[in-house]
């Protein structure tokens, strides 16, 4: 069961976005379209894109792709963003966005997002628009591409581009929404970025305007202004629409004029886009205190002004040296880290700058507060090193392998690549200085460079890099200096004098678990289900191989690993060895090889194993491609036989730790998994997703191998492959590792560990936490059915989904109480009669009440009136479209086959599920809602921000005035 996503220990800093580059903004006249950089570029567009202009201005481009079926994916592209609003209009680019979804010509307030799905479509996933900096961009994912759905999706295309009504009501009632949507994303790390922001980019249109607005301004917006803005920028010569799917014999091209043709272009000249501001790199040393994030990150940026280039031959070459020097670089810091003096908790070089003002480079480092001057000065040492002495032969030889190979692979991928890339490329084509090309063009540009490169060629190329440009060196985070920005500037000048040793000697090693080619194991059962085209096979020493090949996409294989009963071998006291062991058992390693010797030996290959828990099994896997599968296999063994058990990943957990909890002092997610979930599921921290801090700290890596161990040795295993492989060399390299395998245990029941206590019902606490956030977060739980027997599990599933789908209309639509208040069911298929449906959201701590109202009013209405067939069948086509699609994705199979000869009944769960829904009536589902959904029967749990939380201090940070 999953109640919340597992709280990750990476770092929590949000960096400023890289936005790449601006259209073009000189004045146009009516009528004239934007130019696309193939145009005059020496870059070969992909063919397979039929690119054209409508007498009006507006452009657009489609293409014929195979994957996923049936699918089209539309987007209309709005050349506009925040950069385009006056002082008064901040945040109308993505208010307007809002606006597209209440009414237009053709669709009355309140009723697209149903039409949607009737259609088979889901709001957010296949129904969603967003808004940045330079651009606005709607996104239709179509279930089918046939030329009825596809002029029905264009009619909608077209409302939004010019036929939005704008209806004073509709205005007013949108902005509680998009204050939610504020609130929401309000949080330490987007402070952080701002802030950075207001500094480095200080006397740029950037700090303020970002995309969401400010309240203040919008509370103003009236519809006659939102209209204004409509009608200065969206206009046809600020548009392109992009098509890319399914089409089969369908050209577009008199559906897009059907259409688009006479969307009139104003008679008066396109506005250009307002200038950035005239802003020069300066030498800059500050440092920001930001309290609630525990960690701090450290910059060292070498900034030159932004040169707008083309994109050419001569410029996607010329950086590829120092692309890989970085890539080098990057690693050296990947492997430092594990060591048990390293004083940063990562670091790494990249490319600096963006927006189109700055470029150059960027060194960035992330450690304790306490531990900011030895992170900085070890991150200086290897950078410095790295330009000083360069790198070893061995380096460059790991990243050319894995470059190389990449580039073959996107041309042999291509012919199965998703709709969804191609459409996301000629979007970046819309937007930016960017010409589409083939995976065979780009393999052909850069393959020769890259066989070609030297140390000596990306040595240069990183020193060049560093060489010119002025500093920006600064902290973000939990480092408070007080005003004394100085000691950055003095710690950055010693790390800079200090002397330095050429680094070790990189080897290679060979691989010391390939398998024994005189060795194999005897298939003792084998069986092919026809009707699911799946190989069902037993070795005699009980190890269970499910196979299937498909054709979904080239050179993709994943092999998944189902062992032993998972969390289930752990009494629920000992639930912190098995919490620690899943986050630190993959740096472990193999008894013959570090995690970092793997990387090296098997670079050019698509190998790789990943441990997870599940409540009842283990779970070890990776991807792969055909020629590597025997590798991957001897890989998986060599987990199986001689698992490294280094305590690399648990020293790492360790430093951690305590910033995990100090994070947790000032979010949401602390009191829900600290206290709340504890309280509901009566102290069984199975169920809370974190142990407590004494446990955690008290496990040591022998605790984790005395657990694993016996289950990796002898434990039932039942491993899946689905991909592109031959089948007959597929059993052979099984016979050769997966067959010689010690023999496996049969699957334990444990029913004892099964038992566990339902979660409480009428379980109400209410906590605060020391933070900046203008936002407080609801979280409320029902007690429901667990999941055990498939019928069940998808009934509540869709029951969830209804619930969803009616705190969207009554919640956000109707009240604007909420953002993005969300539903969901989690029946356990574990543990009996344990299973939960969560209501959770954020909302402005003013209206906590009505929306805790709301939503026990939701459930009251599906508790006494049940739900209605029309809702059923309108929200039951997006899920048949999902599964349609998803019975096309190995990734599906993989998880669908994994207990295909354990499981109960898996394949009949695979026949079943398209009737299952088609089948579903209201009956069983208002039944269940009868049954489950008492409002009396809630838990909530409320947590507000503390009335004053600490100010914030920015040392050397100006405040940047609103401008126009």
């Known amino acids: 069961m999953k109640l919340v996503h597992r709280f990750s220990f990476l770092s929590m800093l949000l960096v400023v976005s890289q936005e790449l580059a601006l259209g073009q903004t000189q004045e146009r006249e009516h009528g004239t379209p934007r130019t696309w950089e193939h145009e005059s570029s020496d870059l070969t567009v992909n063919a397979r894109v039929h690119f054209g202009a409508l007498p009006n201005g507006m452009r657009y481009a489609w293409m014929k ?50 039409w949607f799905q009737e259609h088979g479509m889901t709001f957010g996933a296949d129904l969603n628009a967003f808004t940045s900096y330079s651009q606005t961009v709607y996104k239709l994912d179509l279930p089918r591409s046939d030329g009825k759905t596809l002029s029905e999706s264009l009619t909608v295309l077209r409302d939004w581009a010019d036929g939005l009504l704008l209806e004073e009501l509709e205005v007013q009632k949108e902005k509680g929404v998009i204050d939610g949507e504020e609130a929401e994303g309000d949080s330490a790390g987007r402070r952080l970025r701002d802030r950075i922001l207001s500094v480095q980019y200080e006397g740029s249109r950037y700090p303020s305007r970002d995309p969401i607005g400010v309240r203040e301004v919008r509370d103003e917006f009236s519809a006659a202004a939102v209209r204004d803005f409509y009608s200065r920028w969206y206009r046809p010569e600020n548009m392109t629409l992009a098509i ?173 690549r998703n709709s969804s890339g191609y459409v996301s490329e000629i979007l970046r084509a819309a937007e930016n200085r960017y010409v589409p090309t083939s995976a065979a063009t780009d393999r052909a540009i850069l393959e020769p460079i890259v066989e070609e490169l030297t140390i000596e060629a990306c040595h240069a190329a990183l020193a060049e890099s560093w060489k010119d440009g002025v500093f920006n060196v600064y902290s973000a985070g939990a480092l408070d200096l007080k005003g004394d920005s100085e000691a950055l500037r003095e710690a950055f000048a010693a790390a800079n004098g200090r002397e330095l040793e050429k680094g070790e000697d990189v080897t290679v090693e060979t691989f010391a678990y390939a ?92 190998i790789g194993v990943g441990f997870s828990l599940a409540e009842d099994a283990f779970s070890l896997g990776g991807q792969t491609t055909s020629e590597d599968l025997r590798m991957q296999l001897e890989l998986l063994c060599a987990y199986l036989s001689d698992p490294g058990w280094r305590d690399d990943g648990l020293r790492m957990l360790g430093d951690r730790l305590p910033l995990i909890y100090e994070r947790l002092a000032h979010v949401a997610a602390g009191p829900l998994v600290l206290e709340f979930l504890p309280e509901l599921f009566q102290g069984d921290r199975r ?8 446990a955690i700290e008290a496990v040591a890596m022998g605790d984790v191998s005395e657990w694993l161990a016996p289950h990796f040795a002898e434990g039932p ?74 019928e069940r599990r998808r009934t509540l599933l869709f029951l969830g989904q209804v619930v969803q789908d009616r705190l969207r209309i009554e919640v956000r639509e109707e009240l604007g109480a909420a953002y993005s208040p969300g539903a969901s069911t989690n029946p356990s298929e574990t543990f009996p009669g344990v299973g939960t449906l969560v209501i959770q959201s954020n909302v402005d701590p003013d209206k906590v009440e009505t929306l805790v109202q709301a939503c026990l009013g939701v459930v009251r209405s599906l508790h006494e009136n049940g739900v209605t067939q029309e809702e059923v069948d309108r929200l039951t086509e997006p899920i048949l479209s999902q599964i349609r699609d998803a019975k096309r994705q190995n990734g599906f199979w993989v998880t669908a086959l994994s207990e295909a000869q354990t499981g109960a009944d898996a394949l009949g769960r695979i026949r079943g599920v398209e009737a299952f829904y088609e089948e579903l009536k209201a009956e069983s589902l208002s039944a269940a809602a009868k049954r489950l959904l008492d409002p009396e029967r809630a838990s909530t749990l409320i947590v507000n921000p503390a009335e004053e939380p600490a100010e914030p201090f920015e040392a050397g940070a100006k405040k940047v005035g609103d401008g126009d």
Request: glycine share 8%.
């Open 244 to 416: 890319v799917g399914d089409l089969g014999e369908l050209d577009p091209t008199a559906l897009i004029e059907e259409h688009f043709a006479d969307f009139a272009a104003p008679d008066r000249p396109v506005d250009p886009e307002p200038s950035l501001g005239d802003v020069k790199p300066e030498e800059r040393y500050f440092s920001i205190f930001e309290p609630e994030i525990p960690s701090v990150s450290i910059f060292v940026e070498r900034l030159r002004s932004y040169e707008d280039e083309p994109d050419s031959v001569a410029t996607r070459s010329e950086d590829i040296d120092l692309a890989c020097a970085r890539r080098m670089l990057n690693l050296r810091f990947d492997e430092l880290v594990k060591k048990a003096d390293a004083p940063f908790l990562s670091a790494g070089v990249s490319a600096a700058g963006g927006l189109e003002i700055y470029e150059g480079e960027t060194l960035s480092v992330s450690c304790e507060p306490e531990k900011w001057r030895e992170g900085l000065t070890a991150a200086m040492d290897e950078l410095r090193r790295a330009l000083t002495f360069g790198f070893q032969q061995a380096e460059l030889d790991e990243i050319r392998a894995g470059w190389l190979r990449s580039l073959d692979e996107a041309v042999e991928r291509e012919p199965t």
């Open 687 to 694: 169920f809370a997703q974190l142990p407590e801090r004494s």
């Open 65 to 114: 792709n195979g994957e996923p079926k049936e699918r089209c994916y539309v987007r209309l592209h709005v050349d506009a963003g925040s950069l385009a609003e006056k002082g008064s209009e901040r945040g109308m680019a993505h208010f307007l966005e809002h606006m597209a979804f209440n009414g237009s010509e053709h669709f009355e307030a309140g009723t697209l997002v149903e």
């Open 515 to 606: 398998s024994d080619p005189e060795a194999a194991g005897t298939i003792a059962a084998e069986t092919h289900v026809e009707d699911l085209d799946v190989w069902l096979i037993t070795f005699e020493n009980g190890v269970r191989l499910n196979l299937k090949a498909t054709d979904f996409k080239e050179r993709q294989i994943i092999v998944s690993a189902r062992l032993a009963e998972g969390l289930l071998t752990l009494e629920p006291k000992d639930y912190a060895i098995g919490w620690v062991g899943s986050q630190v058992f993959d740096l472990g390693g193999l008894g013959a090889h570090t995690v970092d010797e793997l990387r090296r030996l098997s670079a050019g290959k698509r």
């Open 717 to 790: 295993l039942e491993v899946t492959i689905v991909g592109d492989f031959d089948l007959q060399a597929a059993k052979e390299d099984a016979k050769r590792t997966l067959g010689v395998l010690p023999k496996r245990r049969e699957v334990a029941a444990l029913n004892e560990r099964r038992k566990v206590d339902p979660p409480r019902s009428g379980l109400n606490m209410q906590r605060e936490i020391e933070t900046e956030d203008d936002k407080s977060l609801v979280f409320m739980v029902f007690p429901i059915d667990d999941g055990i027997a498939v």
